[in-house]
């Protein structure tokens, strides 16, 4: 009887959850701002993805961050270092996501008005940051040609709720065994629409195509589609 | 009051475990069976570092593989194709660990007498696995040169409970930022008696230290010391 006890509160804690990310949501659509929630195993590049994007979108977007990790303060001091942005460093306390209660804790210390783009580096983890939606608009991972094009049948319920995947450190890809055809194969099987983005965020290949999907979103939220 | 029961059923399940870890680890024992617990991000070379230390020991050691996925097979079947051990595929149903009960489930499906030295590829995460004792003698954690020098900085649980970290991909150096030293000195400041090990699973370079060592290991466990 305990066990089913605990069943039913991990149930209502998903259905709150859902309830306050679309809440997150709606706030965002009423102000303006594109909120979009980044993922990927650890080392795969996400905050120097960011670091790329933002330093290319700033003179047109006014942009804001929020980096969540366990214990240290190293991306978001990176992110505010190497571009100038304000950006917001959240500790989870050893959990292995955000859900959309800790972002909206986090979004009362961090003023988002006037921004146009909202951007959350979740922690490095393909398994439970998939779990939860963050009240993000779209949802954008990351998968390093290192970690191999397998990624997709192993941590498929990442793939599956992400809409856009960018496909980072192009620039090693004659050093690994990855065959960019089939990442795009295993990914596109779990997720037909997802948009797929092979860059190096180090070379600067790619991060133009991703601006422009970003700056396409910032539209479209803004006049309310 | 219904908070205060959830953190004491979290509790309970933690020295639930580590009680049940303490049993698999006398049985193990008892039999002669070293048990080694293999964790790191997801790409990060598990999968090949394994098919290369095993193929070397496979003369000398009667060796059993489990390995743990969310759904897929893929591991299992790598592993049981390129060494010829016996190897039991084990899916955790979307979990992003797997604890000592997990570990208990699958020796019964899976029978470890005989066998010199068992091995658990874990599933790859940096956070959950880093919380559970699998019932393991010692927990060894792959890093890989592609995923940064500063990973001990963001998952810093993870080294702390790792005995031996293998510092893997060491074939691509070159092409990252990597700082072998600072990687050491940032392990070692959580974990003064972790021991490392720069190898490359790709081209062979370091495996013969990681299979001394677990050689050596398995002669521990032999004379019950």
């Known amino acids: 009887m305990s066990e089913v006890r605990v069943i039913q509160i991990h149930e209502s804690i998903f259905a709150e959850n859902d309830r306050t990310a679309e809440r997150i949501r709606e706030r ?7 909120f979009l929630n980044v993922m990927s195993s650890p080392g795969s590049g996400k905050t120097t993805t960011l ?3 933002i330093n290319r979108l700033k003179d047109k977007l006014n942009i804001g961050e929020m980096d969540v990790d366990i214990q240290s303060s190293l991306d978001a001091q990176r992110v505010a270092d190497l571009t100038g942005i304000r950006a ?6 050893g959990l292995c996501h955000i859900d959309a209660d800790m ?19 979740n922690i490095g983890n393909l398994v439970c940051p998939a779990e939860f939606d963050t009240g993000a ?19 498929p319920l990442m793939y599956q709720v992400s ?24 990914i596109l099987a779990l997720n037909p629409n997802a948009l797929i983005f092979p860059i190096s965020a180090k070379t600067g290949e790619g991060i133009d195509a991703v601006c422009s999907w970003i700056l396409a979103e ?5 006049r309310g589609a």
Chains 1, 2 share one sequence.
């Open 137 to 155: 608009h779209k949802n954008v991972t990351i998968l390093s040609v290192p970690e191999g094009d397998d990624k997709p049948l192993k941590y």
């Open 51 to 53: 670091v790329a994007v």
């Open 218 to 222: 910032t539209e479209r939220v803004k």
């Open 28 to 34: 965002m659509e009423k102000q303006g701002t594109l």
């Open 163 to 186: 809409d856009v995947v960018l496909i980072n450190k192009m620039d090693t890809v004659a050093y690994f065994d990855f065959d960019l055809e089939k990442a795009r194969e295993r």
């Open 88 to 93: 917001l460093q959240i500790h989870n306390g």
């Open 103 to 121: 972002t909206a804790r986090a979004l009362l210390e961090y003023d988002t008005a006037g921004l146009d783009l909202l951007i959350l580096e």
